[in-house]
């Protein structure tokens, strides 16, 4: 059974960093399109960046560029979302999802990821950020 666990979240001050980690278990994370997506109070879940090993590259949403940016350790079957210059706007809950059923190996395909998260069926349970002073 696939599962996707989020960790790292907590409060930092504007300017500051985390790093959020997601430990999968029950496939290879390596072998799949893998998306951060985040969920504010009131507003709808949002693709933060979303990356394909098909692919070779990496869609961020124009908020986060040049800021935020995802890695991984195939030997832990982990994905990393280094945030860094964090925002009060960036506050929200941070999810993990990934796809199993679709290749992306298109940039067009990896930003449909980002932008439909409903399309996609397996998410971890989040983890919260708070960037507050």
């Known amino acids: 059974q696939a599962q996707l666990v989020e960790s790292g979240g907590g409060l930092v001050q504007p300017g500051g960093s985390l790093r959020l980690s997601c430990a999968a278990s029950?496939?290879?994370?390596?072998?799949?399109?893998v998306g951060w997506f985040r969920q504010a109070p009131g507003k709808e879940r949002e693709g933060v960046l979303c990356?394909?090993?098909?692919?070779?590259?990496?869609y961020y949403a124009d908020s986060v560029k040049d800021r935020f940016a995802i890695s991984r350790d195939n030997a832990k079957n982990t994905v990393y979302l280094r945030m860094n210059n964090l925002r009060p706007e960036d506050t929200g809950v941070y999810y993990c999802?990934?796809?199993?059923?679709?290749?992306?190996?298109?940039?067009?395909?990896?930003?449909?990821?980002?932008?439909?998260?409903?399309?996609?069926?397996?998410w971890g349970q989040g983890t919260q950020v708070t960037v507050s002073s």
């Open positions: 029950g496939f290879t994370l390596g072998n799949y399109a």
């Open positions: 999802a990934a796809d199993l059923f679709h290749q992306r190996d298109t940039m067009t395909s990896v930003r449909q990821m980002c932008n439909r998260p409903e399309s996609l069926s397996d």
């Open positions: 990356s394909s090993a098909a692919y070779g590259g990496t």
